[in-house]
């Protein structure tokens, strides 16, 4: 008798569910996307059957729409966790809500982070002008502001560093609930991806360095060779992934201090930041969360050679210079938005930044 299709649906129609579908076709899997109103699923068009989120449609309904998944996961954290409750009465859905329920909260995320144990930058909860100019009185200057809800790529957070910008922040801020958190000195910003199966096994990539543009990510540089702070971040994500029952890929974004690893954040998913790996590593970070969720063996994680991965931010054409890879998502274009990514090998670390910076000029001149 031939094997029954393995079919994961994914909600989210993003390069994301684009990238876990590309990497997952190879294994002989097939996909479903749930696309809410009004979502642009140009991405994931030609990857499988797309369905629209209707309202108020059952848990069941929905289920049989999807196409009866195996397993149903997310490629976005804002998602709606009542929905993926209903739809786990019908098949396993991975990572398990309640871990969308903390990551889609700052203050639900921070909490659950100090919980496990893990060190973040000091922080107060704020709601409205008073409480806000209060946790200012508390924290000092500078902080950054986020509002708890909606916030990425460094979209709905203010950094402040005198009463006139917290004056304008608290204007745009209003009446979102937000967390008020002391800026933190660090040297760069590394990220950690880990997986994680059913069965319990965990593999992580090497730490990878980040670089920022106006709170985007625009460089990651992998492996970052640091053993010391490669267990210390290994440590953080494994208690996570232990302490939540996790299943599939896990990513941990930390500020590099004198005093070691800050936790700034949490991904329950697979991360830019771990777009590297599509070809820096044997086992992409998309085919591993895959692997995680349906309970395969995990792939290898180990990079081999140095790897650098370049955001395409409002910028869809392809650099002229040698590179190791193009991925365009099909997104219309659109001031600072992910077009998509370049991917850079070289067994020099120095011709690597060099290449890198070569390319970085040629797309953002
Ligand atoms: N407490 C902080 N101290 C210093 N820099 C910060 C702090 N919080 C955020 N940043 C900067 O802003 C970027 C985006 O913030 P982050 O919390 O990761 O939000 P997002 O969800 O938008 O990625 C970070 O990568 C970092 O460069
Ligand atoms: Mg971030």
New binding site residues.
């Given amino acids: 008798m031939s094997e029954r299709t393995r079919h994961i649906a994914i909600v989210g129609c993003g390069q994301l569910a684009q990238m876990m579908a590309q990497e997952g076709q190879p294994l002989g899997i097939t996909f479903s996307f749930l696309a809410e109103e009004g979502e642009n699923t140009s991405c994931v068009e030609g990857l499988g059957e797309l369905i629209k989120l209707e309202e108020h449609e059952s848990g069941e309904a929905l289920y049989q729409a999807l196409g009866r998944p195996e397993v149903i996961t997310a490629e976005r954290e804002q998602v709606d966790v009542a929905l993926l409750r209903k739809l786990q009465q019908f098949c396993p859905v991975y990572p398990d809500p309640h871990i969308f329920e903390k990551a889609q909260h ?1 203050l639900r995320e921070k909490l659950a982070l100090t919980e496990s144990g893990l060190p973040v ?1 000091p922080f107060v909860p704020a709601l409205g002008a008073d409480e806000l100019r209060r946790a200012l009185g508390t924290l000092g200057y ?3 502001i ?1 509002s708890c809800e909606n ?7 203010w ?1 402040v560093k005198n009463q006139a910008q917290l004056e304008g922040a608290i204007e745009e801020a209003q009446s979102q609930a937000c967390v008020v ?6 040297s760069c ?1 590394v990220s950690l991806v880990g997986v994680r199966s059913v069965s319990g096994e965990v593999k992580t990539y090497p730490l990878t360095e ?1 670089l ?1 543009r106006q ?3 625009l460089v990651s540089k992998a492996p970052f060779h640091d053993s010391q702070l490669m267990r210390q971040a290994q440590g953080y994500l494994d208690k996570l992934m232990r302490d939540w029952d996790y299943v599939g890929a896990l990513t941990l ?1 930390c ?1 590099v201090t004198t005093e070691g690893l ?1 936790v ?2 949490i991904a329950p998913r697979v991360h830019n930041s771990g777009h590297w790996t599509l070809v820096g590593a044997e086992s992409s970070q998309f085919a591993n969360h895959l692997r995680a969720i349906l309970d395969m063996p995990l792939g290898d994680t180990q990079c081999s050679s140095p790897t650098a991965m370049i955001n395409m931010l409002g910028v869809n054409k392809s650099p002229s210079q040698k590179n190791e890879g193009v991925w365009l998502y099909g997104k219309s274009l659109k001031e600072g938005r992910k077009m998509g990514h370049v991917i850079l090998v070289d067994n020099c670390v120095h011709q690597l930044s060099r290449r890198s910076e070569a390319v970085i000029d040629e797309l953002y001149r």
């Fill in positions: 700052r930058a500078p902080v950054f986020k916030g990425y790529d460094g979209k709905n957070q950094r958190e002391a800026a933190v000195d660090f910003e980040n920022h709170g985007t990510l974004e500020f800050i700034n954040e």
